[in-house]
């Protein structure tokens, strides 16, 4: 069952948690009610590192100005 969150697949958002820019991959799975997004992270090198994170800490780029 998916839960309709308003992440877009492949578009970049904030993770709060890491405050590191992350790539959404995919919903993969619904925990406690939340839904839970693979992301993806640059660490440096063009290496990229992926891991799950709820869609509550994802919050969307701020507008440039």
Sequence with gaps: MKVTTTIKRGAEYVCVKFGAVVTAIEQVAIVKG?????VEREIGGGARKRMIVPARSLMPLPNPT
């Design 34 to 38: 939340l839904a839970m997004w693979e």
